[in-house]
């Protein structure tokens, strides 16, 4: 547990020291007060989901830690995670060039909703991990591993790739940036193309997860796709 501890807190201060760098450092300034909220709503929410891990499910916060292109099996997921992290930071850093050099006027309302949905898209998240606890970080099937098609499995088979897309398209309002919107874009169709071929694999190594999928018929967005 002590190992598990350290990583964890490990991994939290590198996560928000680098979303922090790459939200002030290219807007080359402190003065950028949405990068601040964001990044409060961010640590916060994060600290939170974590705290709740650590004394409900050890088990699938230990899995969670163990994330990113590295850790993934399939070779194709390896490619689809580095793509991803590569955007992530351009979610991030386009949003601060905007900001220094005044490209968007957004207004304050739509800033505090763009906070909202990073939030809302969190508490999705806690919700998956709440409901299962083999929502492990890559794609992998867990010895005694079952569906869950409960909560808010019920409703798409992809819930928290869903609060990952709230929270992004939270993310440019958030930061006051509507040119942020092109790394949304990209994003979301990583993010796609992640759970397409999650499902590829869940098909081969997850009893009843075909089955799972005639029943519930939306991957991501609810009477969409």
């Known amino acids: 547990m002590k190992n598990l501890a350290s990583k964890t807190a490990l991994g939290y201060t590198q996560l928000i020291t680098v979303l922090g760098v790459l939200l002030l450092a290219p807007a080359w300034t402190l003065d950028y007060w949405q990068a601040w909220v964001y ?22 916060l230990e899995r969670r830690i163990n994330a990113g292109p590295r850790a993934e099996n399939e070779k194709i997921q390896k490619l689809i995670q580095l793509l991803a992290s590569f955007v992530f930071i351009g979610v991030m850093v386009l949003p601060s060039l905007d900001h220094r050099f005044s490209w968007s006027a957004v207004p304050l309302p739509v800033v505090v909703g763009g906070d909202i949905l990073v939030a809302l898209g969190f508490f999705i998240v806690f919700l998956v991990f709440k409901e299962n606890t083999f929502s492990a970080a890559t794609i992998s099937v867990t010895p005694g591993q079952k569906v869950v098609s409960t909560g808010p499995y019920a409703v798409v088979r992809h819930p928290m790739y869903s609060g990952a897309l709230v929270m992004l398209i939270g993310t440019p309002l958030a930061l006051g940036s509507w040119w942020g919107f092109l790394m949304f874009i990209q994003m979301a169709f990583i993010i796609a193309w ?22 519930v018929k939306y991957r991501l967005v609810p009477f969409v796709w």
């Open 39 to 60: 990044l409060f709503v961010f640590a916060a929410s994060s600290a939170l989901i974590t705290t709740y891990l650590w004394k409900r499910d050890p088990n699938l």
């Open 194 to 215: 992640r759970a397409r071929d999650e499902e590829r694999f869940l098909f081969k190594n997850l009893s009843g997860y075909k089955e799972y999928c005639q029943v």
